[in-house]
């Protein structure tokens, strides 16, 4: 099996200054476990940049077809070919390594633990500079948990990593605040009715739903309460992005729709099929120095893969707390037209742990800018630990506001607080 190799992109009909590799990297010879992995380097003086860490969340999904092809990668999907990503994160500075990790084999638990402990010396393996470059990780949505699991086990370990800081987007941090902020913002987005929003804080409280669901024993008026929603909210409305437009369900309005987008600057809503597409075809497996194991087609997100639910319910707030008084920096940010994990209950939280770990306001909540207009909010707690919103972004930022979230990659990587004026 290949480990490290060349990577071929089927279907590139022009040339790159940087070189790509995939391939597979064993954590667990017992189990046969190994993670796959896309490497990209930077376009310009790559040894000179950061080394940097992608997880996409989940649980389950993957970091390649979601982070690579949808958010930030060098490349994008456009029917058979795929086109240049102008807001790519290995752009001139900040970004040498995307390293999308999935698993190989489905029933791999995606709790990070004692039995994963050895990723960390497997990577080294794998690319032996990541201990003298600067390393940052990187994650969104359930990257909440994977991200500083796996950034704490790093500090830990005793190998020495350059570690700089981590950063994610939209995450899960903390169950109960993070799924009980989504009543509120139904309602504060008018997506559900006065009556809707009082039955969420009153009559059914969200963190409770999720238990009871798990035991088939949700109560007749949570499910009530879930179905009204569901219907004031309507199935044609994006909960990841409330004012992104959806994927038209039919051959003809998805043309309309991307015959459109070609004289605009609107996103692509089927960037998603069209990367379910190119991912499936057998020229990219072997471009990828991929396979496919446990299943008959790859997916965006696996519905197969074995995970313990209740590991939602665990904390990571506090382990986000020992990275900063490990010294490492954490920027914690929400893209803010989503309503799967609410910029609000993140706010709370970021702003909850600065007072728990007495971290003074060293920058303000004021606004940042990208290029002249308004990018998001910002503040900052002792200059080590941040929040920010992406303006107009949906869960995943990258994806809905490239630019945007390209000025905060950079900025963080930089070790820079957000630009403060219109440019």
């Not at 930030?72 to 290995?90: A, C, E, M, R």
């Not at 986000?320 to 893209?335: A, D, E, W």
């Amino acid at each position: 099996m290949l480990t490290q190799a060349w990577l071929a992109m089927a279907a590139i009909i022009y040339y790159v200054n940087f070189q790509q590799f995939a391939g597979y990297i064993r954590v667990d010879e017992k189990q046969d476990r190994s993670l796959f992995y896309y490497f990209v380097e930077a376009e310009t003086n790559p040894s000179s940049k950061p080394l940097v860490l992608w997880l996409n969340g989940g649980p389950g999904c993957s970091s390649i077809g979601a982070g690579a092809f949808c958010e930030h990668g060098p490349f994008k999907p456009s029917g058979q070919i795929l086109v240049k990503n102008d807001f790519s994160w290995n752009k001139g500075t900040g970004l040498c390594l995307l390293l999308f990790c999935v698993n190989l084999k489905v029933s791999m638990d995606f709790k990070f633990n004692a039995r994963q402990s050895c990723f960390p010396r497997a990577l080294v393996q794998q690319i032996p500079r990541i201990q003298e470059q600067r390393f940052v990780h990187y994650g969104e949505s359930y990257g909440g948990h994977y991200v500083p699991q796996l950034a704490q086990l790093m500090v830990q370990s005793k190998m020495k990593f350059n570690l700089k800081g981590i950063a994610i987007g939209n995450p899960l941090l903390e169950f109960n605040t993070d799924f009980n902020a989504r009543g509120e913002y139904f309602w504060s987005h008018g997506l559900v009715s006065d009556a809707t929003y009082e039955l969420f804080n009153h009559v059914c409280n969200y963190s409770q739903i999720r238990r009871q669901a798990q035991t088939d024993s949700l109560t007749p008026v949570c499910h009530g309460v879930l179905t009204q929603a569901s219907r004031e909210i309507s199935k044609f409305i994006n909960s990841y992005d409330v004012t992104l437009d959806i994927c038209l369900p039919t051959v003809g309005s998805q043309a309309e729709v991307l015959n459109h987008l070609q004289n605009t600057e609107m996103i692509d809503v089927c960037v998603e099929d069209e990367t379910l597409n190119y991912l499936n075809r057998e020229d990219v497996h072997k471009a990828f120095h991929a396979r496919l194991v446990g299943v008959t087609e790859w997916s965006i997100c696996s519905d197969v893969i074995r995970y313990d639910m209740q590991n939602l319910e665990i904390p990571t707030i506090g382990v986000l707390g020992s990275l900063v008084k490990s010294g490492i920096r954490v920027m914690v940010y929400s893209g803010d037209q989503d309503s799967v994990i609410p910029l609000t209950g993140t706010r709370t939280l970021v702003n909850d742990l600065a007072k728990e770990l007495g971290l003074s306001t060293t920058v303000p909540y004021r606004v940042w800018f990208e290029g002249r207009q308004v990018g998001g909010w910002t503040q900052v707690y002792g200059d080590i630990l941040s929040f920010a919103t992406i303006r107009g972004a949906s869960h995943e930022a990258p994806f809905s506001q490239p630019e945007r979230s390209l000025v905060l990659f950079n900025a963080f990587l930089g070790g820079k607080t957000l630009p403060e004026g219109a440019l």
